[in-house]
């Protein structure tokens, strides 16, 4: 086996410069001018999609030969990289994504994933700990990481037992469940691209950095002041909204307080969550134009030529990021929650069109209040972001209020809904989809 076979190896900086050059210019120009040697070891991991690389805090390693995944104390291991990541076990490694995307999710319950961002290939990950290695609040171990989109989504429904027994019989999956649920697609999608009759050759690779690495990053030495300024300065970039959303929270409550709005506690939270949403600091969900996230391409061939889907395109969701500067469409579901904050219902029972008229109602008054200038958020993103974004909210029925749109509208204004990696003919969009079925759209005015 060659080394680029391996799925865990040694590498040294020149031996892996122009691929992270390819995805992070800035910090390989940065590294460049030190030009570390021997005595600053780089670690080369590779995963499967779907490998459950941090689970619950705990970072597991592909054994280097069968890419096994093991804790990082494994005798599996080799002994000099199990040294080099001292610094963190059994914690995640600092590191950059070479290519692809991993998935940070948060786990409030067991067999439970709450999206909570992707990050994508020159992404360098894991620093706020490391950076400031005192005590933190960063709870580790509510944390999972998983190699690609972790909840994906396949728009049109999946489960019809006589299909599903075929793509049983033909990838030798004879255990693998009939999906009852959104949260189960990624359990059989990850479990169909990992066997051999896939031929998947969608892969993970992660560059960790050793211990040496990492004290240069936080420490004083004035060779690596540039570089350690870079770093620190990004975390901190990137922690704003985290570090003033005492008074995002804070305006918030005053503007039901002004508008004496007094809703359901779970529509708040949808409607802080949206907030976030057109913040770009939490991810909704998008459907997939690339791989990136996942092996879309082949998982779109399967469900067409193996499941046999008929009338409709293969859509599939993924989690993604809002952004005013590439102007794509994110979108929430009703019917798969993923707040950050999860009240109980005031009502057990579901009215998803209730909710949207009750959710588009209160996002309205707050917006208003917002725009009033009575907060004094004049001088802050927030002001500058409600006037460029809009809120669509759609349900599969039409509302006799006609306060919320249908869903088979979706795609009339979001052609990345029809597009998919392989060809597809005379078929529809799945707009009553269980996803789409009840969600809102954040848009670019």
């Not at 570390?36 to 805090?57: C, F, N, Q, S, T």
């Not at 019809?160 to 649920?181: C, E, I, Q, V």
């Not at 008054?365 to 972001?385: A, H, N, Q, V």
Request: aromatic fraction near 14%; glycine fraction near 4%.
């Amino acid at each position: 086996m060659n080394q680029e076979e391996l799925y865990l190896q040694t590498v040294y900086w020149k031996d892996i410069r122009d691929k992270v050059f390819a995805t992070n210019p800035d910090f390989a120009r940065l590294v460049d001018e030190l030009d570390p040697g021997k005595d600053y070891p780089l670690y080369l991991a590779k995963y499967r999609y779907g490998d459950v690389i941090v689970d619950r805090g705990v970072c597991r390693l592909p054994t280097p030969e069968t890419g096994k995944l093991v804790l990082e104390a494994d005798n599996e291991i080799p002994l000099d990289i199990q040294k080099g990541l001292e610094y963190c076990a059994p914690k995640f490694p600092a590191g950059i994504v070479l290519d692809n995307s991993i998935q940070i999710c948060l786990t409030p319950k067991i067999a439970s994933y709450m999206p909570w961002f992707r990050y994508k290939k020159g992404t360098i990950f894991a620093l706020w700990k490391y950076l400031h290695p005192k005590m933190t609040y960063h709870p580790a171990k509510i944390f999972t990481i998983t190699a690609g989109a972790n909840p994906i989504l396949m728009t049109p429904p999946i489960c019809d037992a006589n299909f599903h027994k075929y793509l049983r019989l033909k990838y030798g999956l004879s255990n693998l469940p009939l999906p009852k649920t959104l949260a189960d697609h990624w359990l059989i999608f990850k479990a169909i691209v990992n066997t051999k009759a896939a031929k998947c050759d969608w892969s993970l690779p992660l560059l960790y950095f050793s211990n040496n690495w990492v004290k240069k990053f936080s420490g004083d030495d004035p060779v690596w002041l540039k570089i350690s300024h870079y770093l620190f300065k990004r975390v901190y970039i990137h922690s704003d909204f985290w570090r003033n959303k005492k008074y995002i929270d804070y305006a918030f409550s005053c503007a039901q307080a002004n508008r004496n709005l007094r809703p359901n506690p779970y529509i708040v939270d949808t409607a802080k969550h949206l907030f976030m949403l057109s913040l770009g600091e939490a991810d909704g969900f998008v459907p997939a134009i690339d791989n990136d996230a996942a092996p879309i391409d082949l998982l779109q061939k399967i469900y067409l030529e193996d499941y046999g889907l008929r009338r409709y395109i293969p859509t599939i969701f993924v989690s993604d990021s809002f952004s005013l500067q590439n102007e794509r469409p994110v979108y929430y579901s009703l019917t798969h929650p993923t707040t950050l904050e999860f009240s109980p219902k005031a009502r057990k029972f579901e009215n998803h069109i209730y909710d949207l008229r009750e959710l588009k109602h209160v996002m309205g008054r707050i917006i208003d209040e917002i725009k009033s200038g009575r907060l004094g958020f004049e001088d802050t993103p927030i002001i500058d972001t409600i006037g460029k974004v809009k809120f669509d909210y759609f349900h599969i029925r039409k509302d006799i209020f006609y306060e919320i749109r249908m869903t088979k509208e979706m795609a009339n204004e979001d052609p990345n809904l029809t597009k998919t990696l392989v060809p597809t003919k005379n078929k529809l969009f799945a707009y009553t989809g269980e996803f789409v079925r009840s969600c809102v759209r954040v848009s670019v005015v």
